[in-house]
Every structure is written in C-alpha cells, then in structure tokens.
C-alpha cells in the first residue's frame, strides 16, 4: 500500500484536493447565518462559537490531509 | 440591538440553518469514511480522517438540536403561543433559551388549555390531559400551567370533574363513571403536584402572592357546574387531598389559602347554625369537599381504595387539606350543609395558626 508509483500517488493527492475542496465551506452557511443572528440567546451564543471552532478544525483537518499526501508524492523517486 | 436576557430566533433563517446543519452533518461524515479509505490505501495517516468522524459526530449533535427547537418553534407558531414580546429588529420570535424550558413552556401552555376546555365540560380535552399526567413535577411546566389556567380553572375544573361524575351516577352509565373516575384522579393529581410547586414560595413554580389571594377569592366564591352550586373551597379541597398521605403543600400555602379555608368554615358553620336549627345535631361537622357534598364516594380521590359510588364518604374540604385524612360517614344530599349523620361524631380539629396575611414572603426575594 505504502509503495504507490508516482502516478497512482498523484491520483490520490487529486482525490484528497477534491474532497477538501468540496467540503471547505460544509459549515459556512451556518457560521454566516449566526453571524447574521438567526439565533440569539446565551445558548444561541455558544453554539455560534462552536460552529466557527468546528469549521477552523474542518478546513485544519482538509488542510492536513492534503498536505501529507502532497509530502508523500514530493518524496517519491521522481521517474517520470 | 437584543437585550442581554432576550433569547430568540430569526425565521425563515433559523429553518434554513436547521436544515444546512443536518446536511453538513451527513457530508462531512461521508467525508471522514471516503478521506479514510484514501488515507489508509496511500499508507498515509488516518488521523484527520478519524478527527473528522468525531466532529460530523458533535455537528450531527448540533443539528439534532437544532431540529428539536425548530419543532417547537413550528409547534409554538401553530398553537399561536408567543413568548413575551418580538423585538423590533425583524421577524424575532422570542423563546426560552434552553430546550427544556421551551418545551416546559409549550407543554404548561397547552395543557393549561386542556384543562380549561375540561372546566368547561368538554371529555375530549379532559382525555388529552393525560397526556401531560408526568410533566407536573417539572417547576417549569406547573408555573406556566397554573399561571395559565388561572385560580378559577383550578377550582372549577374539579368542580366540573365532580358534577360530571354525579351525572354519570344518576344516569347509572357506569363505563363513563369508571372513565371519569380515573381521568378525574389522574388530573386531580396533576393539579395537585402542580399546584403545590406553584405555591410554594420556594419553589421555582412559585407564581405569585397575586396567585394565592387568587385562591383565596375563588375558594370563597360560588361556583356552579351541571346543577350543582358549589363553594370554591368545596372543589379545590379535591385538589388538596389528592396526594399519596403526606400533603406536598408548604407552610406558606397552608397558612394562607389553608387558614382562610378554615376561616371560611367556620363562618359557614355559624351562618348554618343561626339560620337553622335542625342542623343542631350536626353542630361540629365540617364543610365537606365536593366528593362528600355530592356523595361521590372514593370516585374522585386518590387513596381511597375503591372507587365504589355506594360506599358514601363524607370528607372535610379542611380536614382533608390540614391532616390529609378523611373519615368515612354516610351523607347524601348534594349540599354541604345538610346531613343524615349522627350526632356522635367526633371531629378534633386543632385550631391551625392565625392566618397572616400577606406571606411572609415576597415573589422574588427567595428565587
């Protein structure tokens, strides 16, 4: 598994670019709609906080996934 | 723009959010499953895969909450209950902040409804409150509920309870009896859980000194329902005893509406006792509830055994209320001031504390 040609590893590293691209704003609407109060209230409130907190980790977790696949291909033997 | 206490939502975009959460929820999980075969399959580490199953996880949570409110919303806006005031920034809808109290406050809402529609005679409303028989012992719901149905619903929906059973009697349709007779333990109970949080000063179901003289003004006015003419006291005596043996009701309330109701007796017992002397016989009985005045037998209340229409008790609606106990005796006429018992009844009553009035207490100064 872990000795993938350069080509297949390239092909992975679209995939995963793919899937954080698709899912980097998942959370967006919900973050802009508490921005924009659709929810008020001291629970209200935490929740807004905790959506914005959970959206930072979604893209930091998209972001290192991506980046460890990028690391992988750059640290194959470049044949082609 | 909101003041710091006020809690609320914005339509249509907290419907919007509910729904954009859910779906968040079900990608970012199909995310983490696809993101982990990746990872796994290049051999590279599955950790950010993992982290992302636990937070599709947590936003599922959110989203589940978010639904659960936005049905109370939906429901709240059907049954037109609105909660204090919307304010003038947009289509506010104001609503208690935790889940919890919200559904309390729909739930007390409602309920309260049911029980007045019941007061008024209608079987249907006085079936649907059953459904609301294990929600009395959450402070939020008996505030809402007794604020909402008012001292009058509270006494005259025994009142009500009692009429319609002695109906049934004398018509002999013994199923209805059997239905009344259960439905009508089963609210009496609620109305007296709930009623006793909302009493008590000390209780967060507290609803006021207001509500106690409320009390007090609707146990000493006349009631009538089907026929029947009534004292306030007579019914919301049902209430007081429908408990387990140990009256839930605080020193405050029995010092208050207990000790009125005992003054109140008293005054009916000299009235009675000027205005006629054949009652002379009888001259230490006590004002009996309306289970007793209507010769309803354990029908109507919670201890008693047997709900068997022949067996004919007479129970004292103070009595009731200060011992928690009833003596069983013979009677049979629907008013309170005549008997057929004799005269060889022994009736110690202490004499309960002087009532004060107002409470010692005031509305906010122990919450």
Redesign the interface.
Known sequence: ????DREA?RA?VE??QR?SD??WW??A??CR??E?????????AR?GT??NA?QR??RD??A??VH??RS?LASLPGAS | ??GAE?????QP??D??AG??TR?AG??EQ?AE??YG????????T???L??RE?AG??GK?AE?LRR?QALIREMEQQKISFGTSTT?GS?MEMP???DAAQSLLDGTLAARLARAAADGDAKALAGLRKYAGRAADPEFAGVFLRTLGAKGVTELPGTLAAQLRDAAKRGESARMNGLSTQGKQTLRLLSTALAAGTDPENRAYAGDGFLRELIEQGRADHAAGGAKYAGYQAQALIWGAHDGKTPFSATFMRTVGGDAVAYEKEQYRRRWAAATEYHHDAQVSLPDLAGALGLGGLLRSGAGTANPDRKTRSSAVGDLLHARWRPTSTRSPTFSSTTGRSARPTPRPCPTRWRWPPATTPGSRR
């Open positions: 598994m872990a000795d993938l590893m992975v995939r995963i899937l698709e899912h998942a959370l609407p919900s709609l508490m924009g109060d659709a929810w008020v209230g001291p629970t209200g929740f905790q959506v959970d980790e979604l977790l998209l290192r996934a460890s696949a992988r | 723009m909101t006020f809690s609320g939502v914005r975009e907290f919007t959010m954009g959460h968040a990608r970012i995310l696809s993101l990746e990872l796994h399959g290049a051999g590279l580490d950790a950010p895969a982290r992302l937070l947590r936003v959110q909450d409110r920034a506010f902040d935790g889940l």
